[in-house]
């Protein structure tokens, strides 16, 4: 079992910065792929951005430029760098990881909300 705890959330203004991390914790050996996804109210849940460890990273078409994914090995932690923060960015921003190669996710934290006003 993987636990994964995030922290970073907050409230700032548009064009501001937030950077949001993951720690994972228990099998994080195991873990194959990790991801941010969001979800706003009202609205269904959106990958941000992915991480694997066979073909690298990728971002949602929304973010990209502005997010960056990255993950440090030693500690087990991803993050997600989040700059030009727009209002639409507003949402429960949740880590995902799969022990899985095809990267079917299947440990989730507890989220962390981002707020961005205009």
């Known amino acids: 079992q993987v636990q994964l705890v995030e922290s970073g959330g907050g409230s700032v203004q548009a064009g501001g910065s937030l950077r949001l991390s993951c720690a994972a914790s228990?099998?994080?050996?195991?873990?194959?792929?990790m991801a941010w996804f969001r979800q706003a109210p009202g609205k269904e849940r959106e990958a941000v951005a992915t991480?694997?460890?066979?073909?690298?990273?990728s971002y949602a078409d929304s973010v990209k430029g502005r997010f960056t994914i990255s993950k440090d090995n030693a500690n087990n932690t991803l993050y997600l760098q989040m700059n030009s923060l727009e209002p639409a960015d507003t949402a429960m921003y949740y880590c995902a990881s799969s022990s899985f190669f095809s990267c079917r996710y299947n440990n989730w934290g507890q989220g962390t909300q981002v707020t961005v006003s205009s």
């Open positions: 228990g099998y994080s050996y195991s873990i194959h792929c």
């Open positions: 991480w694997n460890d066979h073909s690298g990273t």
